[in-house]
């Protein structure tokens, strides 16, 4: 048979064997998320997922890395079996990822993490986007702040973990609880990592409907001070991280600001200085005629894929 690939994996597991358990995403409702759209979900026979980490050789390079896709592969009734038979053939991978929704995590029990964890998992990708009750509300994510300081809480007990957020999500209208809120549920979940993904609108997304609507994308000054004030609010200790496209800054000539990235709270004068920096700066190019563009511009002109 083919091997059956994971469509998408996050860009730190460019390096691992990717095994796939289910096949798209159970919610998929997420107004911003072009990912799965049109792909029916459904669990992969378990003997299918163990012939393909047989066939780990034919397809990858050593990795000391796994990943195991598609959105939410934990609800697979088998997948500590997959992750155990994973770590006893390829004895050479030190770290086994996974996507996982918040409200899957909120809603299993312990004892399932436990096992999961005792089985080889190591590290869980989620997708918070927003810790604003009405943000999450106007994209449909299915979840609330109140699940995600819950999943978060139980994670971290047993796993590393990423919480993926999404500055620009509320627009200009809802920046500043966007930013608040979010942060407050990541003072409270106190994730490994927070992975900063800056809201491009894809076409053909409901999101679109919402925009000019509901929602009024930021510009890159807006972008910038709305990052400024996540940072500012996170109290606790993680990694953040701008490992993205969607979050760099262009002008005509190329890229002019990559994102912030740190160690929280350790960094996060010297993170503050450098978004300062980058404000001060996409203000003089604007004041002197030169055109700053974001991640939807850059998308909008064909220049950027994601």
Same mark, same amino acid.
């Given at each position: 048979m083919t091997y059956d690939f994971p469509p998408f994996r996050p860009p730190s597991e460019a390096g691992s064997?990717?095994? &796939? *358990? +289910?096949?798209? $995403?159970?919610?998929?409702? $997420?107004?911003f998320c072009a990912m799965y759209k049109g792909m029916k979900?459904? @669990? &992969?026979? !378990? #003997?299918?997922?163990l012939r393909d980490i047989d066939s780990i050789p034919k397809y990858f390079p050593p990795s000391r890395t796994a990943f195991i896709g598609d959105s939410n592969p934990l609800i697979h009734p088998d997948i500590a079996e997959i992750v155990r038979y994973l770590r006893e053939k390829r004895k050479e991978v030190e770290r086994v990822t996974a996507y996982a929704r918040i409200k899957t995590?909120?809603?299993?029990?312990?004892?399932? @993490? #436990?096992?999961?964890?005792? *089985?080889g998992l190591t590290r869980l990708h989620m997708?918070?986007?927003?810790?604003? &009750?009405?943000v999450l509300?106007? +994209?449909?994510?299915?979840?609330?702040?109140?699940d995600a300081i819950t999943a978060g809480k139980k994670a971290r007990k047993y796993f590393e973990l990423t919480y993926y957020v999404m500055p620009g999500l509320g627009g200009r209208e809802r920046s500043e609880q966007h930013a608040v809120n979010t942060a407050r549920v990541i003072n409270k979940a106190q994730p490994t990592f927070v992975r900063l993904r800056t809201l491009t609108v894809i076409e053909g997304t409901p999101i679109e409907k919402l925009?000019?609507?509901?929602?009024?994308l930021l510009g890159p000054v807006e972008q910038l001070e709305e990052v400024r004030r996540l940072v500012? #609010?996170? !109290? +606790? #200790?993680? @990694?953040? @991280?701008?490992?993205?496209? %969607?979050?760099?800054?262009?002008?005509?000539?190329?890229?002019?600001?990559?994102?912030? %990235?740190?160690?929280?709270p350790d960094e996060k004068e010297q993170m503050l200085e450098q978004v300062d920096d980058a404000i001060k700066t996409v203000k003089l190019l604007e004041e002197s005629g030169e055109r700053v563009f974001n991640s939807n511009d850059m998308y909008r002109m064909g220049l950027i894929g994601l």
């Open positions: 064997y990717l095994i &796939r *358990a +289910v096949r798209g $995403c159970n919610w998929n409702r $997420c107004a979900f459904e @669990l &992969r026979k !378990k #003997e299918d997922v995590i909120a809603k299993m029990p312990e004892s399932r @993490l #436990e096992e999961l964890k005792e *089985a997708g918070l986007e927003s810790g604003d &009750r009405e509300e106007l +994209v449909q994510k299915g979840i609330t702040p109140e925009v000019g609507k509901e929602i009024t500012e #609010e996170i !109290k +606790v #200790e993680t @990694l953040l @991280l701008s490992d993205h496209v %969607s979050n760099y800054l262009f002008t005509r000539s190329g890229p002019i600001f990559f994102g912030v %990235s740190g160690k929280l």
